[in-house]
């Protein structure tokens, strides 16, 4: 069975600081993983993913994720927080045979400081 | 592209109705839809996979009697909370895979928040 961890519900980072958002993840089999953005009453939003190619990958709004096969891990970091990031940030990966269904983390609450 | 579509937006209603929401794709086919739901400070939980043309496939606990899925053609799927109750009460959302795409890239609709009083 597939799962995801993330560490941490909530993050508090200033702005201008690193934003480093912590996923690891338990798979049998090569995992596709993703993270996503939900602003509050909205759907979600794909940053990134990860589908066995760079093990680094860059997405949207300056974000960008690494797979770590070693640490089975996927942290999403961005060098430079704005207060547009502040959201809930989901970490996912896919169920084997890419049936396509989804397995979320429990989500991490992203509050930028002024 | 690829924008996905949730009709209503929210919906509030009394105990013992039944409620109905649409997922469309509005510029893509699709196939296959996901249903999720999000309880307020939750992650999504997987509820069914919609397909078209065939029966929905349910994941372990959900009831299928209670949420009906209805996937009538590549554009559409619509979820039905039949006799809801206020423990019904939730944020629904909705992704589509668009056909000959990638069965991992999914578009996420608004979501669908369900009051039940």
């Known amino acids: 069975a597939q799962s995801v961890t993330q560490l941490g519900s909530h993050v508090s980072v200033s702005e201008g600081a690193l934003v480093l958002l912590r996923c690891n993840y338990s798979?049998?089999?090569?995992?596709?993983l993703f993270w996503y953005v939900q602003y509050p009453n909205q759907g979600l939003q794909l940053l990134l993913k990860?589908?066995?190619?760079?093990?680094l990958v860059k997405g949207i709004n300056g974000f960008e994720a690494e797979f770590k096969k070693s640490e089975t891990s996927f942290h999403l970091t961005k060098p430079s927080a704005h207060m547009s990031d502040a959201a809930e940030y989901f970490c996912?990966?896919?169920?084997?045979?890419?049936?396509?269904?989804?397995?979320f983390g429990q989500g991490t609450t992203l509050q930028v400081k002024p | 592209g690829a924008v996905v579509s949730q009709h209503p937006s929210w919906v509030i209603c009394k105990s013992g109705t039944s409620v109905k929401i649409e997922c469309r794709s509005l510029?893509?086919?699709?196939?296959?839809m996901f249903w999720y739901r999000q309880f307020p400070k939750q992650s999504l939980m997987l509820m069914a996979t919609?397909?078209?043309?065939?029966?929905?496939?349910?994941e372990q606990g959900v009831e299928k009697d209670k949420f009906l899925i209805n996937h009538a053609s590549l554009t559409l799927s619509t979820l039905t909370v039949t006799s809801a109750h206020p423990e019904d009460s939730s944020f629904y959302i909705c992704?589509?895979?668009?056909?000959?795409?990638?069965?991992?890239?999914?578009?996420f609709g608004p979501g669908t928040r369900l009051l039940v009083l």
């Open positions: 992704s589509a895979v668009r056909d000959g795409g990638y069965q991992e890239t999914q578009y």
């Open positions: 996912a990966v896919c169920s084997s045979g890419n049936t396509g269904k989804l397995i």
């Open positions: 510029d893509f086919q699709a196939t296959t």
């Open positions: 990860y589908t066995s190619a760079a093990t």
């Open positions: 919609s397909n078209e043309g065939s029966k929905a496939t349910y």
């Open positions: 798979s049998s089999v090569p995992p596709y």
